[in-house]
Nanobody, 121 residues
Framework: QVQLVESGGGLVQAGGSLRLSCAASGSIGSVRTMAWYRQAPGKQRELVATISSGGSTNYADSVKGRFTISRDNAKNTVYLQMNSLKPEDTAVYYC???????????????WGQGTQVTVSS
């Protein structure tokens, strides 16, 4: 079994910052790409940022220059530093990881439970 647990969400004023964390645990062999997604009320889930096991990153245009994704491979943890937050960043943020579980032979995508981020104007 593999679990992803997020933390760090909350309420912040526009212009403020938050840091999200997501730790993968369980029977993990290796972790490939890790990512953050978000889903606002009434909207589809959208990709925010990705980071490869080697540290290569990609961002949605809407967050470029404001958000930074990073990871600690030794801890199987991914972070999302969010600066200059805007009300339109309000959403439930989910982490996702491609994990090769022990005693398996292919990578599987796992999701965290989500953490609420609310930005007030």
């Amino acid at each position: 079994q593999v679990q992803l647990v997020e933390s760090g969400g909350g309420l912040v004023q526009a212009g403020g910052s938050l840091r999200l964390s997501c730790a993968a645990s369980g029977s993990i062999g290796s972790v490939r790409t890790m990512a953050w997604y978000r889903q606002a009320p009434g909207k589809q889930r959208e990709l925010v940022a990705t980071i490869s096991s080697g540290g290569s990153t990609n961002y949605a245009d809407s967050v470029k220059g404001r958000f930074t994704i990073s990871r600690d491979n030794a801890k199987n943890t991914v972070y999302l530093q969010m600066n200059s937050l805007k009300p339109e960043d309000t959403a439930v943020y989910y982490c996702n990881a491609d994990v090769l579980a022990v005693f398996t032979y292919r990578y599987t995508g796992y999701w965290g439970q989500g953490t609420q981020v609310t930005v007030s104007s």
